[in-house]
């Protein structure tokens, strides 16, 4: 049995717009601890900074007093020190995962980072109109993370023994049933499996193929047609030539007219 292979540890030189949301606030300021040692990356810290600003909330704390930074931790902000110049000066940040609380705080980036539970509770802050109220674009967004399914029935049928509903739970989605009057909406969510990227393989060649070379060979090769020998002596009996002749319309008139003119 195959043991699981462990991820490798995310550093900044492998931060991404997508994994930065796999990481936490201290994972943040061990990476930039050790950017410094690294020369690449110190020089370009800037641009990795604009990165993890995609997924955090920053803060950079001028007051550095314990009453600040504590208020801060109080809304859940981790505080800590970071260089961001050539000269090893320490700046206090504040930073804080972005919360995912309404359908505009989801993204392409994010959603692959939610889970279904958090997608239902997401939806119902936001809901009203139900899964048709969503722009276009928002359903694209949830939709590249997750399986949704909905259906709208009277209050009576939508827990009908063996219907959609009970299948659909059956089989792993996490539902929000929003009320239409006597109709409720139900829509269904389940996370998508990861997708693996396709791996290139050489095709085998069977063996009813034909190889490569005798598929070129025979490309080249020209039919063998047997032409005339300009060599040999031509007389009356190997001579021969045949002309298609066809008539001139123009000549057949003029004919026809001395034929009348001579009568």
């Given amino acids: 049995m195959k043991e699981p292979v462990a991820k490798k540890a995310i550093t900044l030189k492998t931060l991404t717009k997508k994994n930065v949301w796999d990481v936490q606030e201290n994972d943040i300021f061990r990476m930039l601890e050790n950017a410094d040692k690294d020369t690449d990356v110190k020089d370009n810290k800037r641009h990795f900074v604009d990165i993890i600003r995609t997924a955090f909330m920053i803060e950079e704390l001028k007051d550095d007093s314990s009453i600040i930074k504590g208020k801060y931790e109080k ?9 961001m110049d050539d000269a090893g000066a320490k700046t206090v940040w504040a930073i804080k995962k972005r919360p995912i609380v309404r359908v505009s705080d989801l993204t392409y980036e994010n959603i692959h980072h939610i889970t ?9 802050r936001n809901f009203g109109g139900g899964w048709d109220s969503l722009s276009q674009s928002t359903k694209d967004i949830i939709e590249s993370g997750f399986d949704i399914s909905t259906t709208t029935l009277p209050k009576d049928r939508l827990h009908k023994p063996g219907g959609m509903y009970e299948k659909k739970m059956a089989d792993g989605f996490e539902v929000l049933e929003i009320a239409k ?6 829509i269904f969510a389940k996370v998508k499996p990861e997708m693996e990227k396709p791996r290139l393989t050489l095709q085998t060649r069977d063996e009813d193929e034909i190889p490569d070379d005798d598929f070129n060979n025979h490309d080249d090769e020209e039919e063998e047609v047997d032409e005339p020998d300009f060599n040999d002596d031509i007389t009356e009996d190997n001579y021969r030539t045949t002309f298609d002749i066809e008539s001139d319309p123009d000549e057949e008139a003029e004919d026809i007219s001395d034929f009348g003119a001579e009568d």
């Fill in 75 to 83: 809304l859940d902000y981790k505080v800590g020190n970071v260089s």
């Fill in 116 to 124: 279904a539970t958090k997608l239902i509770e997401v939806l119902e």
């Fill in 181 to 186: 009057g006597m109709w409720v909406e139900a």
